[in-house]
């Protein structure tokens, strides 16, 4: 991978999860199945905090880097939309955008603050073939455990026209597991490359470490990963 730069931003953890999980480390289908509805229980429990601490978080700059990798009027799956932040930047600025999250309560949350239709889906519900020009997944996927990653970045691509673009983040770190409600999986650049390499049709275009601005939580850094569908 590139060499990362730093950049003051921060997504905040945005959606519920959106796969049923089996953690790296081997977790029972029963116990991986517990941690998804765990997490989607969190989300359930807490739509309405969630929504108004993410909604209103500046991240024009990582829009805007996503953004320039876009022909005008392109469309965009928000994946993982949480308070629909980004959806609805990306309609305001002209993209056709397709909105979805795992939780019931934040899909009502979204709808209402964007005005745009969103569609209740857990991520292994994914079957669009060519769809989108980009997709955004901006602090969601990170609940995927990484045993289950390859194979939803692949789904992801094949959701993608050729040569389309991924925008992803993750906590930075090493290791996966619940924590505080919620499953989370951590990557650092050379974790994350490595499960790339179990995903032939995307390469990383770009990458970039950033840290979180939300008060209390400075000490928190993030891996933001742009990857593009190549032909193989």
């Given at each position: 991978?590139?060499?990362?730069?730093?950049?003051?931003?921060?997504?905040?953890?945005?959606?519920?999860?959106?796969?049923?999980?089996?953690?790296?480390?081997?977790?029972?289908?029963?116990?991986?199945?517990?941690?998804?509805?765990?997490?989607?229980?969190?989300?359930?429990?807490?739509?309405?905090?969630?929504?108004?601490?993410?909604?209103?978080?500046?991240?024009?700059?990582?829009?805007?880097?996503?953004?320039?990798?876009?022909?005008?009027?392109?469309?965009?799956?928000?994946?993982?939309?949480?308070?629909?932040?980004?959806?609805?930047?990306?309609?305001?600025?002209?993209?056709?955008?397709?909105?979805?999250?795992?939780?019931?309560?934040?899909?009502?949350?979204?709808?209402?603050?964007?005005?745009?239709?969103?569609?209740?889906?857990?991520?292994e519900e994914?079957?669009?073939?060519?769809?989108?020009?980009?997709?955004?997944?901006?602090?969601?996927?990170?609940?995927?455990?990484?045993?289950?990653?390859p194979a939803?970045?692949?789904?992801?691509?094949?959701?993608?026209?050729?040569?389309?673009?991924?925008?992803?983040?993750?906590?930075?770190?090493?290791?996966?597991?619940?924590?505080?409600?919620?499953?989370?999986?951590?990557?650092?650049?050379?974790?994350?490359?490595?499960?790339?390499?179990?995903?032939?049709?995307?390469?990383?275009?770009?990458?970039?470490?950033?840290?979180?601005?939300?008060?209390?939580r400075e000490?928190?850094?993030?891996?933001?990963?742009?990857?593009?569908?190549?032909?193989?």
């Amino acid at each position: 991978m590139a060499k990362a730069g730093t950049q003051k931003t921060a997504g905040g953890d945005r959606r519920a999860t959106g796969s049923g999980v089996a953690a790296a480390d081997g977790c029972s289908a029963e116990n991986a199945h517990a941690a998804a509805g765990a997490t989607l229980a969190y989300y359930a429990a807490n739509a309405e905090a969630f929504a108004s601490s993410t909604a209103s978080i500046e991240f024009s700059a990582v829009q805007e880097r996503f953004e320039a990798l876009l022909e005008p009027g392109a469309r965009v799956l928000d994946f993982g939309c949480g308070s629909g932040r980004d959806a609805k930047r990306f309609a305001e600025a002209g993209f056709a955008v397709d909105a979805v999250d795992g939780s019931p309560e934040l899909c009502r949350i979204a709808a209402e603050f964007t005005g745009l239709p969103v569609r209740c889906m857990r991520f292994e519900e994914l079957s669009a073939v060519a769809e989108y020009d980009g997709i955004w997944a901006c602090s969601s996927i990170l609940h995927v455990p990484s045993a289950q990653l390859p194979a939803l970045l692949t789904s992801m691509a094949v959701a993608l026209r050729d040569d389309g673009v991924i925008y992803t983040s993750f906590k930075y770190g090493e290791g996966e597991g619940m924590r505080h409600g919620r499953y989370f999986s951590d990557f650092t650049e050379e974790t994350f490359a490595r499960l790339l390499d179990q995903v032939p049709v995307l390469r990383e275009e770009d990458h970039w470490v950033s840290a979180d601005v939300r008060p209390g939580r400075e000490d928190e850094r993030w891996l933001n990963v742009i990857l593009r569908k190549v032909r193989v």
